[in-house]
């Protein structure tokens, strides 16, 4: 396995960080985990724009620009896939502030870190998908909008850190997390959705998400299969009542829910849920961009 840092490749027992970087010291950095799935990367452009857009609102300089960035993505995935014999891995690209010192000022940091690493992953076990997950709904609030706006995805995950400890000690695999008016955002690494009456319903950006790629994709999905789709607010009645629950990331896909707070959710996995996850394969081909291109190839 080879490590990307800062222009250069190195094996995993090698890839080393400052202790003095600002991701390190104080969560100060961006990033994105992509899916590999047959030697083709599932929405590159999107991840890769959302990280530039996280970047950008913290002011944070990566030293490649979106070309040269997509191009060693591939490239380090080439690399591992053929190294590893892979069809498919999991990318973590990482964007810190940088070595600085010890005080907080970015300013002390010259120069951005970049990070990439190709591996293998899986949160839940197979099992999860056809039994479904047990959640709680955390005692933990998500910070408002003005306060960390959640578009960015950060190397800071404390919040969703103490909701997940959360749920270990009730002995569910996630958690549910509220806004401070009370109304449904997300669990700690997924977007949630739910299914009422034949209709499939995640909440809206304003109630303070993490705008999912695999989020926007089940949208997609929804509409290609004709099944009616709607961004609105969930309140903690509408989850406990809904005939399906789901989550979706990219680390966990699109994966059933089958107890929320002990109470069993009426359907799991149900018909609708299915029909999306069956179809999640053939959306998935057909967003991705191939690692080996023509010239590649050639």
């Not at 027992?13 to 003095?20: C, G, L, N, P, R």
């Not at 190397?155 to 404390?158: E, F, I, R, T």
């Not at 319903?201 to 089940?218: D, M």
């Given at each position: 396995m080879k490590i990307f840092i800062d222009?250069?490749?190195?094996?995993?027992?090698?890839?080393?960080?400052?202790?003095?970087?600002?991701?390190f010291l104080y969560g100060d950095g961006v990033f994105e985990g992509i899916r590999v799935y047959s030697k083709k990367i599932f929405k590159l452009n999107e991840h890769l724009e959302r990280l530039y857009y996280s970047a950008k609102v913290i002011d944070l300089n990566i030293p490649y620009d979106y070309q040269e960035?997509?191009?060693?993505?591939?490239?380090?995935?080439?690399?591992?896939?053929?190294?590893?014999?892979?069809?498919?891995?999991?990318?973590?690209?990482?964007?810190?502030r940088g070595v600085g010192d010890l005080g907080l000022d970015p300013r002390k940091c010259l120069k951005p870190t970049v990070v990439i690493i190709v591996d293998k992953i899986q949160l839940y076990p197979k099992e999860y998908y056809e039994k479904g997950l047990k959640v709680i709904i955390s005692s933990f609030r998500r910070p408002s909008a003005d306060i960390l706006s959640p578009r960015i995805k950060s190397?800071?995950?404390?919040n969703n850190i103490l909701a997940k400890i959360e749920a270990n000690y009730a002995n569910c695999q996630e958690a549910v997390m509220l806004n401070s008016q009370g109304y449904i955002t997300e669990c700690t690494a997924d977007n949630i959705f739910i299914v009422k009456n034949d209709i499939v319903?995640?909440?809206?950006?304003?109630?303070?998400?993490?705008?999912?790629?695999?989020?926007?994709?089940?949208i997609d999905i929804c509409k290609e299969l004709n099944i009616k789709v709607k961004e609105e607010v969930i309140d903690i009645k509408d989850?406990?009542?809904?005939?399906?629950?789901?989550?979706?990331?990219?680390?966990?896909?699109?994966?059933?829910?089958?107890?929320?707070?002990?109470?069993?959710?009426?359907?799991?996995?149900?018909?609708?849920?299915?029909?999306?996850?069956?179809?999640?394969?053939?959306?998935?081909?057909?967003?991705?961009?191939?690692v080996y291109d023509e010239e590649t190839v050639k």
């Open positions: 222009g250069k490749l190195y094996p995993k027992e090698e890839a080393k960080v400052s202790v003095w970087d600002h991701g960035l997509k191009s060693i993505v591939k490239e380090v995935v080439r690399v591992n896939l053929e190294e590893e014999n892979w069809e498919d891995a999991y990318i973590r690209l990482v964007a810190s190397l800071n995950y404390l319903i995640t909440p809206p950006p304003y109630v303070g998400i993490l705008e999912g790629v695999t989020r926007a994709s089940v989850l406990m009542n809904a005939d399906e629950v789901f989550l979706t990331g990219t680390g966990a896909e699109i994966i059933p829910v089958s107890e929320v707070n002990g109470k069993k959710v009426r359907y799991c996995p149900g018909d609708i849920t299915n029909k999306i996850r069956k179809y999640f394969p053939n959306y998935v081909s057909f967003w991705s961009t191939p």
